[in-house]
């Protein structure tokens, strides 16, 4: 046989038996891939509530959902129709938010999606509610914000916009691109002048 034939019969071989073989592929780092993918919850619970106090003993705030799943390798919790309410100020200040679906992280941040409404349950408030699609909460900071289109509803006013930052400690609320206001002029019930 010719010695050219022989090398090429040789390096053919070589390339089957690599393919073959294929020591490229790391089986660990595909095995370890697979398992991220497949986390599995440490717990599923419906009807959960979880009720955080301050240093004082009173009820800062507290999130219930139709379902909960936790995965603790990951820090986060996944939420069903969530619902959270937050009290300041030894609750005289109570805000409630409700979603379609949240997920709450180990750095005390909370994302709610969809269908969003934050609601003042305290009379007399300048804000009465808040609508959005997407909404991060720092629950440590009480600070919220989102950077989608907004609908913020008051006794007399309905205003649009794109972004919000609301800080709720110091009852501030900041629209990052205001679109319009229109104002109804209704008046409360203990408004008497014509």
Same mark, same amino acid.
């Given at each position: 046989m010719n010695r050219n034939i022989v090398i090429i019969i040789g390096i053919i071989f070589c390339a089957a038996a690599l393919l073959i073989w294929r020591p490229f592929d790391d089986a660990d780092q595909l095995e370890q891939d697979a398992g991220y993918?497949?986390?599995?919850?440490?717990?599923?619970?419906?009807?959960?509530?979880?009720?955080?106090?301050?240093?004082?003993?009173?009820?800062?705030?507290?999130?219930a959902a139709e379902e909960m799943t936790h995965y603790s390798p990951i820090g986060l919790t996944e939420l069903m129709t969530p619902t959270y309410i937050l009290q300041l100020n030894q609750g005289?200040?109570?805000?409630?938010?409700?979603?379609?679906?949240?997920?709450?992280?180990?750095?005390?941040?909370?994302?709610?999606?969809?269908?969003?409404k934050m609601t003042s349950l305290t009379a007399a408030e300048f804000i009465e509610r808040i609508e959005t699609s997407y909404l991060t909460i720092d629950t440590e900071a009480d600070v919220v914000t989102?950077? $989608?289109? &907004?609908?913020? +509803?008051?006794?007399?006013? *309905?205003?649009?916009?794109?972004?919000?930052? /609301?800080?709720?400690?110091? $009852?501030? &609320?900041?629209? +990052?691109?205001?679109?319009? *206001?229109?104002?109804?002029?209704?008046?409360? /019930?203990?408004?008497?002048?014509?």
């Open positions: 993918r497949q986390i599995q919850p440490d717990f599923t619970a419906t009807g959960l509530i979880v009720r955080v106090y301050d240093e004082h003993g009173e009820l800062a705030h507290q999130i005289k200040d109570i805000w409630q938010v409700t979603a379609e679906q949240g997920s709450f992280y180990a750095d005390n941040s909370l994302v709610l999606e969809r269908n969003i989102t950077e $989608q289109p &907004v609908l913020i +509803i008051g006794p007399e006013f *309905t205003a649009r916009g794109e972004g919000l930052r /609301a800080d709720l400690r110091a $009852q501030t &609320v900041e629209m +990052i691109k205001h679109v319009e *206001t229109i104002y109804t002029g209704r008046r409360s /019930a203990g408004d008497n002048n014509e």
